[in-house]
């Protein structure tokens, strides 16, 4: 077994400390990764204060992993010592179901293997994330890092990238299309620079006044807060599609006035609480309410190919370790710009 450093939160109340965890030895399709950095996402800190019910403690949280690979199994064929490599949501799945097959194991049919909060698919050894000094991981299902992007900067794209790629390019978003982006955190951003990269109108719909310089320089055409009504009226049946990243519970009534005759908000957020929907307010208008769950292994390798092409990376503050508990307190007053990312060599010191 290989020692490995890490923090976890004891329980849904504790504040995540160091806890020491162990490693399985690469087997013969695993690559062994030393870990450089780990994007912070909201789903983090849903699932440490167990807001979704079901939370499995000790839990070492971080699905947004970068690194280098240290140790590769005998088997392994597209890694070697060296390269980089990341990790996002999900490290396994049942591989023979049609999503598995499909590609698109995010919606694995017997429950993949989360990255952290969950099990392999054995079903008995229990996950742990990227807030650790090296994860070991079916080949399979990790994913190449180009060296044209910081690195930092390319740890938030293995969740916040990939769950904003994958719905843009799944309603085929691009020119021609008015969208509105819900929320300026890790996810809303990433969703402001991919959707303008496609070609949309952008239009940041945000509660915080002091981030609109910033929306306008990721991307965003226009910037509009929610909390002015007249300024809501003004832009009632306007968008062709809404991303909605809010983390916490709200109306989704009060946005689906926005959208245009047979348009369609994406949910991507996912607060604790339900938002009912009444029968008229989809009827009137066609409209729809969908939902999105992360990407496929292919499809996150083709967003991070996408990103290295087209120089888009996320807008970073990196932390050190000891600074997570400050940083999940910023987020909960939306204090982020645009994504906390943790410099793992502060966990091995
Ligand atoms: P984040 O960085 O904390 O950003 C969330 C943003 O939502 C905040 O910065 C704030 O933006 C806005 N917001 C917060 N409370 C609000 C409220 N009461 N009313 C209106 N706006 C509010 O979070 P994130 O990491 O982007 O994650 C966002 C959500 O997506 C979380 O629920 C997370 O669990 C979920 N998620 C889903 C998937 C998926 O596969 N579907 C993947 C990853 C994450 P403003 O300051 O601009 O208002
Ligand atoms: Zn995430
Ligand atoms: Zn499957």
């Not at 990764?33 to 440490?48: M, P, R, T």
């Amino acid at each position: 077994m290989i020692a490995t450093k890490a923090y976890a939160a004891q329980s849904a109340t504790a504040p995540l400390g160091p806890w020491n965890i162990e490693r399985r030895e690469p087997g013969p399709h695993d690559v062994q990764i030393e870990i450089s950095y780990c994007g912070v996402c909201h789903s983090d800190i849903h699932q440490v204060r167990d807001e979704w019910g079901g939370s499995i403690y000790p839990m070492v949280p971080g699905h947004e992993i970068v690194g280098r690979i240290t140790k590769v199994g005998d088997h392994v064929t597209r890694f070697k010592v060296g390269d980089l490599a990341g990790i996002g949501c999900f490290v396994d799945s049942c591989r023979v179901c049609d999503p598995c097959k499909a590609g698109e194991e995010q919606y694995c049919a017997e429950g993949n293997a989360s990255t952290y909060n969950g099990y392999e698919m054995d079903r008995k050894t229990l996950t742990y994330g990227g807030y650790s000094t090296s994860i070991v991981v079916d080949e399979k299902y990790t994913l190449k890092v180009s060296d044209k992007l910081p690195l930092e900067g390319v740890a938030p794209l293995l969740c916040a990238g990939i769950t904003t790629y994958s719905p843009l390019r799944h309603w085929k978003v691009g020119k021609g299309h008015k969208v509105a982006v819900l929320g300026l955190g890790g996810l809303g951003h990433m969703a402001v620079k991919l959707a303008a990269s496609f070609g949309a109108e952008v239009t940041m719909l945000s509660t915080s006044p002091s981030k609109e310089a910033d929306a306008r320089k990721l991307g965003a055409h226009h910037f509009a807060l929610i909390t002015d009504k007249d300024v809501m009226k003004s832009l009632r049946s306007k968008f062709d599609f809404i991303i909605n990243t809010i983390s916490a519970p709200h109306e989704y009534n009060t946005y689906l006035k926005l959208l245009t005759i047979n348009g369609v908000m994406i949910v991507l957020g996912i607060p604790p609480e339900p938002s009912q929907v009444p029968a008229f307010n989809l009827i009137m208008g066609r409209k729809s309410v969908a939902g999105s769950m992360i990407g496929g292994i292919r499809e996150t390798q083709e967003m991070l190919d996408y990103c290295a092409e087209h120089n888009i990376a996320s807008d970073v503050e990196v932390i050190n370790i000891e600074d997570i508990n400050t940083a999940y307190e910023r987020m909960m007053k939306g204090d982020v710009k645009y994504r906390f990312v943790i410099d793992i060599a502060s966990l091995k010191k």
